[in-house]
């Protein structure tokens, strides 16, 4: 591939002459382009925050099974944590679990006892960028002579190596297989998610050692960077070479690590450059030709001209030059059918890529495109940048600048919000739904003592971030399953309870103060219940505040543009779980005690029959589980009518309904009908009531309380 290397240095080397030179009017259009791309959340802060808030989420990924001692570690990769995405470029979201029970090794000192050895094999046999693993023993530093079930096999020269069928074990219901990937696509509300399963090496991988001797013409990537890269090792992922005799054997070697680190050490410019191609290769060529080129290859080819080209020529008002640089080079290698792996350059990532009739098309296609002095980019819908790009032109600007990039701040932070409430529901689902409170108990405390104190006394940042946001989360529901076994025993609440809900208090605008809240209203102390959903209330400023549901996937509307704004603003986004979001309110069976009478019955939603219907992840099923607004109201409407304040006991009534109604995204909207449906009831409103439980099995027809409610109302009016 030195070819390739020295093409690049030669057609750099003609563009840096041009760069140079540059006319007024690529200065212009680049200025401008720049500007647009800025408009639309392509600036250094959205790149920070969208990077800061996506590495937050690996650590939240991790936990769950760090907690449950999976030895599974969680990576986010790609144009989500890259920030070299927009809205419009729809970029799914990449996970890479590392399955570490493994030690794979590419030298014999590395081996280990009592541990899963694997001998990472790079020779002849097997495609660049790929490698063969080896079976050791665990007992001493040799091979393993036996095959011990299907996921091995022997080969010729007797070898015992491990096939890369191992992740057919992995595969899901509703998740699509897509080379190493498990890909869940089309769930309503969420972006497309690919999920690759790899087992992690912590030696550099020996087809790319030149690399680290390398050094670019602008000296990029720097020693540092390089130093760094190697301290990381690699992963192999499950998938061998599509021309290989040996493609259940190979696996391939995985350098996300380092590309991450190169991609985080790109200035704006050089970001602008990798998303206009993105756009390009949606707009001319994917809508035809999907398969052909991929964003991986635009980014390798990138990295080739960013490593060949001094770093002072990548600027704002250079950024059309640089695109047409990376343009012409990405032609050249469609037309030589050769892009190097950036880190193993023996590794042809076009090899047998294109076939004979649209390797035409996207020469053209190309061509035309960089040829045309940014004309072309006036044709991009993405993002309606081409739009933009001319509005700029023509000297309009109509359209708000801090439109996108407030929206992405709230989609970011909503993610965040989503992640600790389904890290927590991933916890919980660990009591088995028990109503064994010492076991439950005994679990939720190894919980918060072995592990998560680990994350809040680690070094990096986003390590404690995490760690605290999730033990408050298990906080409320000690305290709560405490509580319960409290009331159940003495009848009231111990300082040990009160302590432990305290440090869940304020985990988020209302779930932790509603909890502590029924937990009063199951002791029948009315006037403090009602002190603490008043504060509740007081808080929770509906012109601001999301609901925050992991559940289940279901479609979310708009967020609240004030809430988007509230996140665009704060760039310590995790103190503003606690005034912008209100997660559900939870009740374990095991906290029965302390949940109110009319909830209970979602604890008991599921027929035998109902059951063949529940998901993998449907165990909340079995949980009494109420968003936090509609449950504020049935609370104040139960304390109100308690003290007799019947003005306030309608007025809570008529936000119970208001709430249901208008509140775009509560998860479990059935449930709130189901406590208006029991309202409805003791105002003597059979009718009402009836008409709430026939709207709640309407939108979940299955594992739905409310047959339950509509089988003892017909059986009241009919006996009375």
Request: negative net charge; hydrophobic residues 35%.
């Amino acid at each position: 591939m030195s070819q390739f290397s020295n093409n690049i240095k030669i057609k750099t080397e003609t563009n840096q002459d041009r760069m140079s030179q540059i006319s007024d009017y690529t200065h212009n259009v680049s200025l401008r382009l720049s500007q647009v791309l800025d408009e639309i959340g392509v600036n250094e802060r959205i790149v920070l925050k969208r990077r800061r808030l996506r590495l937050l989420r690996e650590t939240l990924f991790t936990i769950p099974y760090q907690l449950r001692t999976y030895n599974t570690s969680v990576y986010c990769f790609g144009s989500q944590t890259e920030s070299t995405t927009t809205p419009g470029l729809q970029s799914d979201f990449d996970c890479l679990y590392s399955i570490n029970n493994f030690n794979i090794i590419t030298d014999w000192s590395e081996w280990e006892p009592g541990v899963k050895n694997l001998l990472m094999i790079q020779d002849e046999t097997v495609s660049p960028g790929y490698c063969l693993l080896q079976h050791l023993r665990d007992d001493a530093p040799l091979p393993y002579n036996d095959v011990l079930n299907e996921d091995f096999y022997r080969d010729r020269r007797g070898r015992v190596l491990l096939k890369n069928t191992l992740i057919n074990v992995a595969y899901e219901e509703g998740r699509v297989r897509h080379g190493p990937a498990l890909s869940e696509q089309e769930v309503p509300g969420v972006y497309d998610l690919d999920i690759v399963f790899a087992l992690p090496c912590k030696s550099w991988p020996v087809q790319a050692n030149h690399w680290l001797d390398e050094q670019g013409v602008g000296g990029w990537p720097t020693e540092e960077m390089r130093r760094y890269c190697s301290s990381t090792g690699c992963f192999v992922v499950a998938v061998g070479n599509k021309g290989s005799g040996n493609r259940e054997l190979e696996w391939r070697i995985s350098t996300s690590l380092t590309e991450r680190c190169l991609m985080f050490n790109l200035n704006i410019t050089q970001v602008r450059c990798y998303v206009l191609m993105k756009m390009i290769l949606k707009t001319f060529i994917s809508s035809q030709y999907p398969e052909s080129i991929s964003s991986f290859m635009c980014k390798t080819v990138l990295l080739h001209c960013i490593a060949n080209t001094q770093s002072n020529a990548w600027r704002e008002n250079t950024l059309l030059t640089c695109l047409t640089l990376c343009l012409s080079t990405l032609y050249d290698c469609v037309l030589n059918e050769v892009c190097p792996h950036f880190i193993i350059p023996d590794n042809n990532l076009m090899a047998e890529r294109f076939l004979p009739h649209i390797k035409p098309f996207i020469l053209d296609t190309l061509q035309y495109v960089a040829s045309s002095n940014g004309r072309a980019l006036l044709e991009i819908d993405c993002d309606r940048l081409g739009l933009r790009l001319q509005m700029k032109n023509n000297g309009i600007c109509v359209i708000d600048p801090q439109t996108i990039p407030t929206f992405i701040s709230g989609q970011l932070f909503k993610d965040v919000a989503l992640d600790i409430a389904h890290v927590n529901k991933m916890l919980l689902s660990e009591t088995n739904n028990s109503f064994n409170i010492p076991a439950v108990l005994q679990l939720l405390s190894t919980c918060m003592f072995k592990h998560v104190y680990k994350y809040l006394d680690a070094n990096q940042k986003q390590d404690k971030i995490a760690g605290s946001v999730t033990a408050q989360q298990l906080c409320k529901t000690l305290g709560s399953v405490l509580a319960s076994s409290n009331i159940y025993h003495q009848g009231n609440i111990s300082m040990e309870t009160l302590t432990w809900l305290s440090f869940g208090l304020n985990s988020d605008v209302s779930s932790g103060k509603l909890k502590l809240a029924s937990i009063f209203y199951c002791m029948e102390d009315t006037e403090r219940t009602d002190m603490i959903v008043k504060d509740t209330e007081e808080c929770y400023d509906l012109s601001v505040v999301e609901a925050v549901c992991a559940c289940h996937n279901f479609e979310h509307q708009d967020k609240r543009s004030a809430f988007n704004r509230l996140s665009f603003q704060q760039n310590e986004e995790h103190v503003l779980v606690k005034h912008i979001t209100a997660f559900c309110v939870i009740f374990l069976p095991c906290e029965i005690n302390c949940c109110p009478y009319e909830l209970q019955h979602e604890m008991f939603r599921s027929t035998q029959e109902d059951l063949a219907y529940r998901r993998k992840y449907d165990y909340w099923m079995d949980w009494a589980v109420v968003d936090s607004l509609p449950y504020l109201y049935f609370l104040q409407y139960k304390t109100c009518n308690s003290l007799r304040r019947h003005d306030d006991k309608k007025r809570a009534l008529s936000n119970l309904v208001r709430a249901i109604d208008e509140e775009a995204n509560l998860g479990h909207r059935e449930t709130a009908l189901n406590l208006l449906g029991q309202c409805m009831e003791q105002e003597n409103r059979s009718t009402d009531a009836l008409r709430c439980y026939l709207l709640s099995v309407q939108i979940r027809e299955r594992n739905n309380a409310a047959k339950l409610h509509i089988c003892i109302l017909l059986n009241t009016l009919i006996n009375h």
